[in-house]
């Protein structure tokens, strides 16, 4: 599939991979600081933002996807950084595309199993009924009584718009709602990648658990833990210049 992506800057190319709901939009501001040392390509994954709907979603075929992208942009290797569900994308890359990754960069989410835990969000994006809404701000104070944290509301409202006359996601609701176990699934056990890996976690997030460390040592041998204080699962958006520092560092120094 031939995803939708932002390009910024020059030097040796960096991918950028957002997680779920989210969009290569989510990181402009931090794309353009990257982009004063990188090449730096923000992605839309398949079934989000402005890259084509499919009923096809897992990790195998979004993996696949950059690749074709890095094929089209004539990117032979690059590093790569991967929020949450992006992060699981690159780390598919390494057991497939090994080749084609110089630095990893994995921002909070681990090899292993997650259990399903989007079903209030999933309901609620659901039961927003966009052929009876007609306004952003109905949309808005809907979302207002079954979300109470103001930037999730805002972050899921970003991709909410106007097809024509009528408002719709640009993510591919329905199939991410059928296939939402695909996102938490482990790692696949002969998935072994030794290029440096940072793998990096907000404070406050229980994503990596320090009783995650000898997994992630099992599939990224020459990879490093790194802690953001005082930041959430969106350490990119919590703390974005610790977060640019931290990353930076690694990308040129390790």
């Known amino acids: 599939m031939k995803l939708f992506f932002r390009k ?4 040796d190319p960096l991918i950028v991979l957002h997680g779920l709901f989210g969009t290569s939009d989510n990181w402009n501001t931090l794309a353009k600081k990257y982009g004063e040392h990188f090449t730096t390509y923000t992605v839309d994954l398949r079934n989000h933002g402005r890259s084509s709907h499919d009923d096809i979603w897992n990790y195998e075929v979004m993996a696949e996807d950059v690749a074709e992208l890095m094929t089209h942009e004539n990117i032979s290797s690059a590093h790569i950084m991967g929020h949450s569900m992006g992060g699981k994308v690159a780390m598919f890359m390494a057991g497939k595309f090994a080749r084609k990754l110089n630095k990893l960069i994995i921002s909070d989410i681990g090899p292993k199993h997650y259990a399903p ?11 927003l009924d966009l052929d009876q809404i007609k306004t952003r701000k109905e949309a808005e104070a809907y979302m207002e009584t079954k979300i109470s944290e103001f930037s999730t509301r805002q972050f899921l409202l970003k991709s909410l718009y106007w097809n024509e006359e009528k408002l719709a996601w640009r993510f591919n609701l329905p199939v991410i709602t059928r296939e939402i176990e695909n996102v938490g699934i482990e790692l696949e056990k002969d998935i072994f990648f030794e290029g440096p890996t940072l793998f990096i976690r907000g404070s406050k997030s229980k994503y990596i658990l320090d009783a995650d460390i000898d997994n992630i040592l099992e599939h990224f041998p020459n990879s490093r ?19 640019f520092q931290a990353t930076l560092d690694f990308l040129k120094n390790y």
Do not use: R, S
């Not at 802690?227 to 958006?237: P, V």
């Open 117 to 127: 835990h989007h079903d209030d969000t999933l309901g609620a994006l659901n039961g």
């Open 8 to 11: 910024y800057g020059i030097g």
């Open 225 to 243: 833990l790194t802690t953001i204080e005082n930041a959430g699962h969106w350490i990119h958006a919590d703390k974005p210049m610790e977060y």
